[in-house]
């Protein structure tokens, strides 16, 4: 130990451990977050505790004070990645052991709009919340949204615009999904700057995020609601 203030993780209980991980995490230390995966996994915490109770613990403190603007977007796209650094582990233990995912999202930027950077901040918050997100990327037409959604077996399809002109797409996908009758089999969040709420239900959509945080609370109330509404018929 070089200096006083030098924290080694291994040293730390599990309960001292996590916090830890919450705070490297919010600081966007990738590496530390890894190591923490990497000892918790050895002293045989099971991977899907890791996942929830170590990184989507601490992403769900990063979504708050990003939803309170405490933090923005450069703190928590570096929060997100530390958290890839973390998921990177546990992707391949998780399918392993069959560990439930929350649900299933699929996400891109509409036709005609290259605009990312909310598009990857939503997919990432998302991942931290514990849904399996499929990215399609930028420029996506109707059947790379739908198709994917099928083959995946999504709960959700979300799209992001940042565009005036791009918006209108949105609802093309949408009204597609109704042609076909499957609208009623996904989800549809709506985003991007440009956006509201009366654009959202303007074009059938199920709800428009402001930011990631409101995207990740609003996927959730959803899917608890698709998920009841099963069980109940």
Same mark, same amino acid.
Not at 105 to 122: A, P, R, S, Y
Not at 209 to 221: I, L, P, Q, S, Y
């Given at each position: 130990?070089?200096?006083?203030?030098?924290?080694?993780?291994?040293?730390?209980?599990?309960?001292?451990?996590?916090?830890?991980?919450?705070?490297?995490?919010?600081?966007?230390?990738?590496?530390?977050?890894?190591?923490?995966? *990497?000892? +918790? +996994?050895? !002293?045989?915490?099971?991977?899907?505790?890791?996942?929830?109770?170590? +990184?989507?613990?601490?992403?769900?403190?990063?979504?708050?004070?990003? !939803?309170?603007?405490?933090?923005? @977007?450069?703190?928590?796209?570096?929060?997100?990645?530390?958290?890839?650094?973390?998921?990177?582990?546990?992707?391949?233990?998780?399918?392993?052991?069959?560990?439930?995912?929350?649900?299933?999202?699929?996400?891109?930027? #509409?036709?005609?709009?290259?605009?990312?950077?909310?598009? *990857?901040?939503?997919?990432?918050?998302?991942?931290?919340?514990?849904?399996?997100?499929?990215? +399609?990327?930028?420029? *996506?037409? #109707?059947? %790379?949204?739908?198709?994917?959604?099928?083959?995946?077996?999504?709960?959700?399809?979300?799209?992001?615009?940042?565009?005036?002109?791009?918006?209108?797409?949105?609802?093309?996908?949408?009204?597609?999904?109704?042609? !076909?009758?499957?609208?009623?089999?996904?989800?549809?969040? #709506?985003?991007?700057?440009?956006?509201?709420?009366?654009?959202?239900? %303007?074009?059938?959509?199920?709800?428009?995020?402001?930011?990631?945080?409101?995207?990740?609370?609003? %996927?959730?109330?959803? @899917?608890?609601?698709?998920?009841?509404?099963?069980?109940?018929?």
């Amino acid at each position: 130990m070089s200096e006083d203030d030098d924290i080694i993780l291994s040293e730390l209980d599990d309960d001292e451990l996590v916090q830890q991980m919450f705070d490297d995490l919010y600081d966007g230390l990738k590496e530390e977050i890894q190591e923490g995966v *990497n000892i +918790l +996994l050895e !002293r045989g915490w099971a991977p899907y505790d890791v996942l929830t109770k170590a +990184l989507v613990g601490g992403m769900t403190i990063v979504g708050k004070d990003f !939803r309170d603007r405490i933090l923005f @977007v450069p703190e928590v796209l570096l929060a997100a990645n530390a958290m890839k650094g973390g998921m990177f582990i546990l992707k391949p233990l998780l399918a392993e052991t069959g560990a439930p995912t929350i649900g299933k999202m699929v996400i891109g930027t #509409v036709k005609g709009d290259i605009h990312d950077i909310g598009k *990857n901040l939503v997919g990432m918050m998302m991942e931290g919340a514990g849904f399996e997100v499929v990215d +399609l990327g930028i420029n *996506n037409p #109707v059947d %790379a949204y739908l198709d994917t959604a099928e083959k995946e077996g999504a709960d959700i399809v979300g799209m992001s615009a940042l565009l005036t002109t791009t918006m209108p797409y949105m609802k093309v996908v949408i009204d597609t999904m109704i042609e !076909r009758g499957i609208r009623e089999n996904y989800i549809v969040l #709506v985003g991007g700057a440009p956006l509201n709420e009366e654009f959202g239900k %303007a074009i059938g959509a199920d709800a428009y995020c402001r930011d990631a945080a409101v995207a990740v609370e609003t %996927a959730k109330e959803h @899917v608890l609601r698709k998920h009841n509404r099963a069980k109940a018929g």
